[in-house]
């Protein structure tokens, strides 16, 4: 059973366009909402992290946003560049009592096209 | 980059004989985890450790076993490989068991291929 359910799995956008993945989850526990960029050959990186009292947090060219009733977030790339190309990972944290896991959307392949 | 080194980086091997997948980091983080990354699943958690000689299981871990006698080395051992673990292996640090301001950094993987 996948707890956090990602979407789309794949996504092709023109260079200078919107980005934008989703995820919904539904372990009310998970406290902490990161995406991570993953390149080819290479783990994946932290990008950008949300918490679940804010609905909105944008670094860059990079915003995610929350709905904490509807238990949705996205991922939005402005301006996305062919350096963008990548998998990226919607993820949710929950601690426990030894430690904070990570649970991982399927993942979305980026390409950005010139 | 963390310091985190993941070897080897490529191995082929048997069904039936025992792997050993070793994470060295020179970060000093109190946490350590083992995922494994598959097609239509992402990454998984296998085991992770919350200190020297403190592991426990993951979501994934049947087939697997941890030990971590160092604060640096972390190691997944598969006892008796099979094909259903072929797969890459990522290992991950972290140094506090915050919500998320100290996130999991991780290696760069171990592509594992069982025949």
């Known amino acids: 059973q996948q707890q956090v359910k990602q979407s789309p799995q794949s996504l092709i956008v023109q260079k200078g366009g919107i980005s934008i993945i989703n995820c919904a989850y539904e372990?009310?526990?998970?406290?902490?909402f990161p995406w991570y960029q993953q390149f080819p050959g290479k783990g994946p990186a932290l990008l950008i992290a949300?918490?679940?009292?804010?609905s909105e947090k944008k670094e860059g060219r990079f915003t995610i946003s929350f709905n904490k009733s509807a238990k949705q977030f996205s991922l939005h790339i402005m301006d996305s560049q062919p350096g963008d190309s990548a998998t990226y990972f919607c993820?949710?944290?929950?601690?426990?009592?030894?430690?904070?896991?990570?649970?991982f959307g399927t993942g979305t392949r980026l390409q950005v096209t010139l | 980059d963390a310091g985190i080194t993941q070897s080897p980086r490529h191995k082929v091997t048997e069904t039936g004989t025992p792997v050993t997948l070793r994470c060295h980091q020179t970060?000093?983080?109190?946490?350590m985890y083992w995922y494994r990354q598959d097609p239509g699943h992402g990454l998984r958690l296998i085991h992770y450790?919350?200190?020297?000689?403190?592991?426990d299981k993951g979501e994934v871990s049947d087939g697997y076993s941890v030990s971590r006698s160092k604060t640096e080395d972390f190691l997944l051992t598969l006892e008796s490989a099979t094909s259903s673990q072929t797969s890459v292996y990522f290992c991950?640090?972290?140094?506090?068991?915050?919500?998320?301001?100290?996130?999991?950094?991780f290696g760069d993987g171990t592509r594992l291929s069982i025949l």
């Open positions: 450790s919350y200190g020297v000689k403190d592991t």
């Open positions: 993820a949710a944290i929950v601690n426990t009592g030894t430690a904070s896991k990570l649970t």
């Open positions: 372990n009310t526990a998970f406290d902490y």
């Open positions: 949300i918490r679940p009292d804010v």
């Open positions: 970060e000093n983080h109190r946490y």
């Open positions: 991950a640090i972290s140094n506090k068991r915050g919500s998320g301001d100290q996130p999991q950094h």
